[in-house]
């Protein structure tokens, strides 16, 4: 951190945000000083995105204070394009380049050389050249933007940004879609940047990159500010305890109906071997019997939803094999369901409900794709069948032909187990089932799987929160920047022990 100076450069007081029934940030700090590169750490609903939208125009806040290098008094940014203008720069996940233009053209878009409406091409060809070579990167800027892969099109959106004088760069997961190769090249401008004087405010999921790269971390939890560290006096440990909110050393073991014995003498339910996705999840192996429910913890971005998500084959695995009961299976989410297999995805009301169909027609939904167009349900069958499992899962819906967006989202998350249950599965995997319901629904919920479980129904279970799973799992997989990197099963299995694995027991603090 060669280039921090005393002074600050950016400076946020007591943000306070509200959404609808939500309150998004409640009085929330962060600091960052010159050729500082800074973590803003949290999980999902941490508040990272708002107070990053609250900086940078995108949204408006209630109260609180931001004051900007030179400036006597505070001030607020109305939208993206004046946060710009003062030396606040963002670069998204998403590139929100044109891919169309040229290199050049999307690095001096609104700003071109020139004058009377004619662009000196040459002019900014040139000059577009000398910056993306300062940055070590040659490549033809002449060419579409597109033609380029995701790692040099961030190159581009960051290379605008120090052309446009910024002070403060916010990297908005800038690593999810870059290989090892690339990620340190990023590394090495972000340090060339920060020993230029540039603040940089890096948002990421992945641990090993933060403690690789940064300076200092600042947490958010629930809307609320942590706590700002120095990144050497932040054991990875204390870091994930902190995101989590769970003191490190709880090693109460709070399992009470998880731990039925499971018969690891006859061959597994399904099995996955070397099954991974070519820039989304490292091949893994897993195994899972007859009757157990299996958890996959980590941070949001480990890898949990993908490795689900490749064991369905609702992403296309690259490489590996799944099989179930013995038997290998396409790697096509048709086939994955007519071999027993059920998939309750993380979103729910962009993949799991269909909100403008009746309750009725989202249960019978997997049941009819089962047996094909060719064997449709009667309207006898799908209102027995509805109202059967309405009454199993005490759906709470004033009749079976409510359109499922009138439903509150507890129940919206009956629907989707429901939806599967009626299939009869074998094989069920949950993913967030319980996130955003109340903690009765989360009672029912984890109650019923435990006793599919009792009934040899084998479930995947997926939560960011250690003490459900706790509560219902017999063993855990440990995910950690796309690797599944451990699983804990008896004694191991605490909340100590899950966290330490999240965090990487193997670095000596």
Not at 158 to 181: F, Q, W
Not at 251 to 276: E, H, Q, W, Y
Request: glycine share 10%.
């Amino acid at each position: 951190m060669s280039g921090v100076m005393s002074k600050t450069l950016l400076k946020m007081c007591g943000i306070t945000k509200n959404f609808p029934g939500v309150l998004a940030l409640d009085s929330v700090d962060f600091t960052l000083r010159p050729g500082e590169i800074h973590a803003l750490m949290g999980e999902n609903g941490a508040g990272k995105s708002t107070l990053i939208k609250v900086l940078t125009g995108a949204e408006t806040f209630e109260s609180g204070e931001i004051y900007l290098d030179d400036y006597k008094t505070p001030i607020i940014n109305n939208s993206p394009q004046e946060a710009q203008s003062r030396g606040i720069s963002t670069v998204y996940q998403e590139v929100n380049l044109c891919p169309n233009l040229t290199v050049a053209e999307n690095l001096f878009v609104g700003r071109q050389p020139g004058k009377a409406g004619f662009v000196k091409w040459g002019e900014m060809n040139k000059r577009a050249h000398a910056i993306m070579h300062g940055l070590g990167i040659n490549i033809d800027v002449r060419k579409p933007l597109e033609v380029y892969s995701t790692a040099i099109q961030q190159m581009v959106s960051i290379a605008r940004a120090i052309d446009i004088s910024a002070k403060v760069l916010i990297l908005d997961e800038p690593t999810s879609s870059l290989d090892e190769h690339e990620a340190r090249r990023l590394f090495k401008l972000m340090r060339q940047l920060g020993d230029g004087g540039m603040g940089i405010v890096f948002v990421t999921h992945f641990l090993e990159q933060v403690y690789e790269v940064c300076d200092k971390i600042t947490v958010l939890r629930n809307g609320r500010f942590v706590g700002e560290y120095d990144i050497e006096k932040l054991p990875r440990k204390e870091l994930v305890a902190k995101m989590l909110g769970k003191a490190f050393d709880d090693l109460a073991a709070i399992r009470d109906a998880s731990a039925t014995d499971i018969d690891r003498s006859a061959d597994p339910l399904v099995s996955a071997k070397g099954v991974g996705i070519r820039g989304g999840i490292h091949p893994f192996d897993l195994d899972i019997y007859s009757g157990e429910v299996v958890g996959l913890a980590g941070l949001l971005g480990s890898g949990r939803t993908e490795l689900a998500r490749a064991v369905y084959s609702a992403d296309h695995p690259d490489f590996g094999n799944i099989s179930v009961k013995g038997r290998s299976i396409k790697h096509t989410p048709l086939d994955a369901m007519k071999s027993g297999m059920g998939f309750c995805p993380e979103n729910r009301k962009e993949e799991g409900v269909i909100a403008d169909l009746s309750v009725r027609e989202n249960l019978i939904l997997a049941e009819q794709t089962k047996r094909s167009a060719l064997n449709l349900m009667s309207r006898a069958e799908q209102e027995r069948l509805a109202q059967e499992y309405i009454e199993k899962l005490q759906i709470k819906t004033a009749s079976m032909e409510t359109p499922v967006n009138q439903l509150s989202g507890g129940n919206q998350q009956k629907v989707i187990v429901a939806r599967w249950l009626i299939t009869h599965p074998d094989f069920l995997i949950l993913d967030e089932p319980t996130r955003g319901i109340d903690v009765g629904t989360k009672t029912e919920i984890q109650k019923l799987i435990l006793n599919l479980a009792s009934q040899g129904v084998s479930v995947m279970f997926i939560s960011s929160e250690i003490d459900e799973m706790l509560r219902t799992c017999g063993r855990v997989g440990i995910m950690r920047d796309t690797v599944k990197v451990g699983e804990l099963s008896g004694d191991e299995l605490s909340s100590a022990g899950i966290m330490s694995k999240i965090a990487g027991d193997e670095v000596d603090e």
